[in-house]
């Protein structure tokens, strides 16, 4: 185990940059996750901390030791692929035991390991068995397996989950989480879903167009977006957003003046995002009223769309209904089309600056 | 989907029909090789012989060194797969795998090379051969044949390699493997199919070459491949074609041998279960 420092790397491909200036440091043990849309950088981030792809410039550290220009099995670190990349024509053992063997370990203690590893991951009933007669959770764990057996001093996972169907994902993500916990090891973990990166990270680094956006715990990214874009990635329904504007600490917004809490100095227009489970039906702080265009109910709470002047859809969020979501508690039947009452507390609001788009 | 059985007798027929086209020759060089030689000239010709030779293929081959040219072709073939595979293998995996200034156009050069036919590259390999003293030498054919074999197994592998993911050789690699290891250890092993392909079609084109054999082997008779040895039994005032047959069908066999040998590894899927 060790901590992982990487020290301004940035990657190239002669005149596009798909990884700016990125620097980290991940203690040991960390479990941290990169996250981002698609071509955000991680997964490049990812193969060049495990030597798969070369930095165009920077350092990266693993303990005290410089990795940068060592080849991926000299930096002693494993990695689960998205695919998996087992290999088809061994045995789970041999596949297990495959990067042991490669590094000369002696037969009867490779065994040993991958029985241990086996049992950590149950999969000692299919030990004799080929990567094709598994399942998709099997082929995870097995991968899994491979990882752990070396006891190495980090693991890099890329995007492990996403090939799985949706309830055996939850689980393999509680079992991951609980494998982390056991095993401790420094876990550097990418992927595109949210809610992975909410629920498994020690902390979370969002990324975007090669940039890093915001580095920090799951809540405090929740609670304290940096800019529009982390409030609008972090949160599912996303970030309501509107176009407002700002005097003297009044808001002119959903038909009405606001007056703010905090004390805030900017003028003129500003974007205000607020989430969609603190709107609440009926009357609140601020209150106005809506005709929804559509409600989605999923049990015990609904999804109302509805429309407001300044509406603004975030980047990369799907634009169906093209205005704003609220998240109520409520089991009964709301009919589409008749007005509803939504309240909120301005104290929830969230400011952003309407050219750069950060927090204010 | 069930068949309807107009659709069942369109298709039965078509099967029919296409191994009626293959196998007629077959057929007919195994009934030429039967016949008396009055019967061979007969019209109509029979389909059958009345009294079928079988005493024939003894007769052959004691009195032609069949041996000795299967001996021959099986040299020249063995060593123009190993060469060509060793050759195009390094080739196929480079193309696939790595991105290099001018590697598809490259790619493309070779292949042209396939579209130049045997008779326009004899005379320079002729020239060239004689040069080192190889003229007569079953060497000739190694390298000749290697030449029109490398350019489309190269092609073949290429496309193979590029059906295997990139992420195994990259977990070889995170494992400890260099990158030629993890060719050998995950690549080599997963493409076998791929590769008993590229090399079925390499010892078959070696196999069934006249043109080249026929231009530097003619003044070795010690040398002489099958095909070779059996166009001498063609004789200047008679030709006995069902001599010519017999000995076709022992030429054959060879080949049907190997295709039985190679057909379980022909199998694809091999790397299923490597992905999703």
Not at chain 1, 67 to 91: C, W
Not at chain 1, 328 to 333: D, L, Q, T, Y
Not at chain 2, 250 to 272: C, D, H, Q, S, W
Request: charged residues 15%.
């Amino acid at each position: 185990m060790a901590n992982i420092s990487i020290r301004n790397v940035s990657k190239s491909y002669g005149a596009l940059n798909v990884l700016r200036p990125f620097s980290l440091e991940i203690e040991n043990g960390e479990f941290v996750v990169l996250v981002g849309p698609s071509g955000c950088g991680k997964s490049t981030m990812l193969k060049i901390l495990a030597g798969l792809e070369p930095a165009t410039e920077g350092q990266i550290f693993i303990g005290d030791r410089e990795v940068t220009d060592l080849a991926p099995g000299d930096r002693d670190i494993a990695m689960v692929f998205q695919n998996y990349a087992l290999y088809p024509h061994l045995t789970v053992r041999q596949n297990i035991g495959f990067g042991l063997k490669m590094r000369g370990t002696d037969k009867t203690e490779i065994d040993r390991r991958v029985d241990d590893a086996a049992r950590i991951l149950e999969v000692t009933p299919y030990l004799d068995r080929k990567p094709k007669d598994l399942s998709g959770g099997q082929r995870q764990r097995v991968a899994l397996g491979r990882a752990i057996v070396r006891q190495p001093q980090a693991f890099l996972m890329d995007e492990p989950l996403s090939n799985l169907d949706a309830k055996l994902r939850v689980h393999m993500r509680a079992e991951i989480g609980a494998l982390h916990k056991r095993i401790g090891v420094t876990t550097v973990y990418v992927t595109h879903d949210q809610v992975e990166a909410m629920t498994m990270a020690d902390r979370v680094v969002i990324m975007q167009g090669g940039l890093i956006q915001q580095i920090a715990a799951p809540d405090e990214l929740f609670n304290n977006p940096a800019n529009l874009f982390v409030a609008g990635f972090i949160g599912s329904p996303g970030m309501n957003f509107l176009n407002a504007e700002l005097r003297d600490g009044q808001l002119t917004a959903f038909g009405q003046q606001i007056s703010l809490p905090r004390a805030t100095t900017h003028q003129g227009p500003v974007v205000v995002g607020l989430r969609p489970e603190h709107l609440t039906l009926g009357e609140g702080p601020v209150t106005f009223s809506v005709r929804p265009t559509l409600v989605e109910s999923l049990g015990s709470e609904k999804y109302v769309y509805f429309e407001a002047e300044g509406a603004r859809i975030a980047d990369g969020e799907d634009s169906k209904s093209k205005g704003l979501i609220a998240r109520v508690s409520h089991s009964g039947a709301l009919p589409r089309n008749e007005e509803i009452r939504l309240g909120f507390d301005p104290a929830q609001l969230y400011l952003f600056n309407f050219k750069t788009g950060e927090r204010l | 989907m069930k068949r309807t059985f107009a659709q069942s007798l369109a298709l039965y027929a078509t099967v029919i029909f296409t191994l009626l086209m293959i196998l007629f020759p077959v057929y007919w060089l195994v009934v030429t090789a039967l016949s008396t030689t009055n019967e061979l000239y007969r019209l109509p010709p029979t389909f059958w012989p009345t009294d079928p030779q079988w005493d024939i293929f003894a007769r052959v081959w004691a009195a032609k060194p069949i041996l000795m040219w299967l001996w021959n072709s099986m040299l020249a073939a063995v060593g123009s797969v190993a060469l060509s595979m060793l050759v195009s293998v390094s080739a196929g995996y480079a193309l696939s795998r790595y991105s290099m200034r001018g590697g598809a156009t490259m790619g493309l050069f070779v292949l042209t090379a396939k579209m130049l036919p045997a008779t326009l590259l004899v005379i320079p390999l002729f020239s060239i051969f004689s040069s080192f003293g190889l003229i007569g030498s079953l060497w000739t054919l190694v390298l000749a044949h290697s030449t029109m074999i490398i350019p489309f197994a190269t092609w073949m592998l290429k496309g193979y390699f590029d059906t295997i993911p990139k992420e195994l050789e990259q977990a070889a690699m995170v494992d400890g493997c260099s990158p030629i290891g993890a060719m050998v250890r995950v690549v080599l092993p997963i493409a076998t199919p791929g590769l008993a392909a590229t090399a079925l079609y390499a010892f078959v084109l070696s196999w069934a070459d006249y043109a080249y054999a026929r231009t530097f082997l003619v003044n070795s008779p010690d040398n002489w491949t099958a095909n070779l040895g059996i166009t001498t039994m063609q004789g200047e005032y008679v030709t006995y074609w069902n001599d010519i047959s017999a000995a076709s069908v022992f030429i054959a066999l060879p080949i049907i041998a190997i295709y039985l040998f190679l057909e379980r590894y022909l199998v694809g899927g091999l790397t299923a279960g490597a992905e999703k």
